[in-house]
């Protein structure tokens, strides 16, 4: 697998010849309403959107968030043959938008690509967070899983448990918060570490873990987190291709 690393929650995946976004972000810095409240935007994307080229499939973990899905992501989705996410997502936002419901899966091109649960926050919280998604793809012999913004450890154990050990983790840090909610909107640096234990995972690439200034966790806190994993973490730089084994 290929990834470029956009920014935020926002990459490129290729695999099996087939090219998967995230998360599309791409406005510049600043900040982003939601209702009464705003998220503020610190670092602008490593590419544009123009520069994405082509794409198979958008993988939307949820569209309710501006550091998910923010104007600029949302006119992207317009060009986009396919976008799998929520049925809710789906109801807003219409095609090309696709609801992929938990444990359904749809073949792209030479991939499968299959809705897992997520569970944005603690326990109780989804009337207040809305609905999210994450996202297991397979293909080239290799499985990866796509967390999005999942804060939960017993989401993982279930994936887990259903999928078995997952060569590549693309796991959703940060440790997100806002007055929302009392905790966690995303994984912290040290239930990342425990989630890629769960998950067995051959690699972990964090996303959504800067560039955003409710995350209250960083690069540091990760690599930090993550000491004892030597070269199984691949933290990504902005704009650079890395390829994965």
Avoid: C
Wanted: no cysteine.
């Amino acid at each position: 697998m290929e990834i470029r690393y956009a920014g935020g929650p926002t990459a490129v995946l290729e695999i099996g010849g087939v090219r998967l976004l995230t998360d599309p972000t791409f406005d510049p810095p600043g900040d982003y309403p939601i209702g009464d409240r705003k998220l503020a935007k610190t670092v602008g994307p490593a590419f544009a959107a123009e520069e994405v080229g082509p794409v198979d499939a958008v993988l939307l973990s949820h569209d309710q968030h501006p550091d998910n899905l923010d104007r600029s992501g949302r006119s992207h989705l317009a060009s986009a043959s396919l976008v799998l996410s929520t049925e809710s997502a789906a109801e807003r936002l219409g095609a090309p938008v696709r609801a992929l419901p938990n444990w359904t899966s749809v073949e792209v091109g030479a991939v499968r690509v299959t809705g897992v649960p997520a569970q944005h926050g603690p326990d109780g919280t989804e009337h207040l967070v809305g609905e999210v998604t994450g996202f297991l793809i397979e293909g080239e012999g290799k499985t990866v899983y796509v967390s999005g913004d999942n804060a939960s450890l017993d989401v993982v154990r279930e994936i887990a448990g259903r999928t078995g050990p997952v060569d590549i983790a693309v796991l959703f840090a940060g440790g997100a918060r806002t007055p929302l909610v009392d905790g966690y909107l995303t994984l912290s640096s040290a239930d990342a570490v425990t989630a890629a234990e769960i998950l067995g995972a051959g690699h972990v690439v964090p996303l959504h873990f800067e560039h955003w200034a409710h995350f209250t966790q960083g690069r540091d806190t990760v690599e930090r987190a993550f000491a004892g994993f030597g070269d199984r973490l691949r933290l990504l730089v902005p704009g650079e291709r890395t390829r994965l084994a």
